[in-house]
């Protein structure tokens, strides 16, 4: 009987070792969806009802960007908590690790995750500024950083445009952009929480064709 029951035991604590270390799209399909996978990121779309909980699972270093405002309870896998109120078009820089994510608010929580696959940091220069485009620093880590950005009415970049860094281009509303990646037909038209990867040394071209004023955020990618 006390070897069925150890049996027992060692078979839970190896099922409940198995689903903390569960990735958060398998562990949790509900509120997690893929939107971007390759050999830099993986970006994934998060949604909550309130009161909406997950199960325990693991990111890797990563910035997530709200796209409402939300109030969040993480369990860790200690069975500690953690609040966390999120500002909508914010950004925030997470380091690895395992979570149970709990909207504990009245609304609903959207927002786009931006997973980071390296080994290690890059070594890119990050820009400070960019031509035809303001600027502001909403996150910065190791691995990347993460910028409110407003390209003005003129902004483009000319085809065969190349950076040194990666980047992920998340629409904060309906914009009129035209973004082309490596000759591929161009994306126009934008609805909030698109979003779109640029690889290091991939040509592109981009213009503001809306004639005015367009929010975006961009993570960054060392």
Do not use: C
Not at 38 to 53: D, H, T
Not at 131 to 158: I, V
Not at 173 to 200: C, H, Y
């Amino acid at each position: 009987m006390k070897r069925a029951t150890l049996v027992v035991i060692g078979a839970l604590v190896i099922a409940t070792a198995a689903i903390q270390a569960q990735d958060a799209v398998k562990a949790d399909p509900a509120h997690y969806k893929v939107l971007i996978d390759n050999p830099s990121v993986r970006v994934l779309e998060i949604n909550y009802a309130p009161g909406g909980k997950s199960v325990m699972h693991e990111h890797p270093d990563s910035i997530v960007v709200p796209l409402t405002g939300s109030k969040v309870e993480f369990t860790l896998p200690d069975g500690k908590t953690q609040a966390d109120t999120m500002a909508k078009d914010s950004a925030q820089y997470a380091p690895a690790g395992k979570h149970n994510p709990h909207n504990v608010g009245t609304t609903p929580v959207h927002a786009i995750l931006v997973e980071f696959k390296g080994a290690a940091p890059g070594k890119a220069v990050l820009p400070a500024s960019r031509p035809g485009m303001q600027l502001k620093t909403l996150a910065e880590g190791p691995r990347g950083s993460a910028y409110l950005t407003t390209a003005g009415p003129n902004f483009s970049e000319p085809a065969g445009t190349k950076h040194d860094f990666d980047q992920v281009v998340i629409a904060l509303g309906a914009v009129q952009m035209s973004l082309s990646i490596d000759g591929k037909p161009a994306k126009t038209t934008w609805k909030r929480g698109d979003a779109q990867f640029i690889g290091r040394g991939v040509a592109h071209e981009a213009k503001n064709t809306g004639g005015k004023p367009a929010d975006m955020i961009i993570v960054a990618i060392k």
